[in-house]
């Protein structure tokens, strides 16, 4: 996650603090009071001094990611640092971020996945309007059951990238066994799993 927008979500979740206890059908009443207050909020000075300070970090933040440490550059460690055609690279670049993901932000130790918890606590509380909780379980647990596959979805492409690729590319550098449509098979193969990594990319953040 963006440090930056840590501070933002804390208070987002301070003022929602509120609305989670109100009906769902009072919600909507509840966030045009909340945008009307805002509309006035900023003649209040304090609010224009924590809008400077705001920022004045996000701009040393840019600088220190300009020249310290760029996030938009991305080091492909399983290719050489020599002139590689771009179908090879596009395929490479993709799973080098996938990896990056996994391993450095520890996407699956995050219960980002699994819903288990709040849909058990859900049930647990005594709405008012029985009818709206049961209409967020529902699409508590529809959540739940898309995210479910999105792990198992992640957790073979990775599986797949870092042992499955290397074991079946093993096979087809030995030359006394090199076969034109073991390769070509490979390379298709390549690209279901590209397509298939596209089609899952919105679950990879944490």
């Given at each position: 996650m963006d440090p930056r927008n840590k501070k933002i979500i804390k208070k987002r979740i301070k003022d929602l603090g509120k609305a989670k206890s109100l009906p769902i059908k009072n919600l909507r009443?509840?966030?045009?009071?909340?945008?009307?207050?805002?509309?006035?909020?900023?003649?209040?000075?304090?609010?224009?001094l924590i809008r400077c300070k705001r920022k004045i970090g996000e701009g040393f933040y840019y600088a220190k990611c300009r020249i310290f440490h760029p996030y938009n550059v991305i080091r492909i460690k399983t290719l050489p640092p020599t002139w590689i055609d771009k179908d090879c690279t596009l395929l490479h670049a993709c799973f080098t971020i996938?990896?990056?993901?996994?391993?450095?932000?520890?996407l699956f130790d995050h219960k980002m996945y699994d819903h288990s918890e709040q849909i058990?606590?859900?049930k647990a509380e005594d709405w008012e309007n029985k009818e709206d909780q049961g209409k967020f379980i529902k699409q508590l647990e529809e959540?739940?059951?898309?995210?479910?596959?999105?792990?198992?979805?992640?957790?073979?492409?990775y599986e797949w990238w870092?042992?499955?690729?290397?074991?079946?590319?093993?096979?087809?550098?030995?030359w006394t066994k090199y076969s034109l449509d073991a390769e070509e098979k490979g390379y298709k193969e390549d690209t279901d799993h590209l397509i298939r990594l596209m089609k899952i990319r919105c679950g990879l953040w944490t």
């Open positions: 009443e509840y966030m045009d009071e909340l945008e009307e207050k805002r509309k006035h909020f900023p003649h209040n000075f304090l609010y224009w996938f990896c990056d993901v996994v391993e450095n932000e520890d058990a606590k859900t959540r739940h059951n898309i995210d479910q596959e999105y792990e198992k979805e992640a957790r073979y492409l870092k042992v499955l690729r290397p074991e079946r590319n093993k096979k087809l550098n030995v």
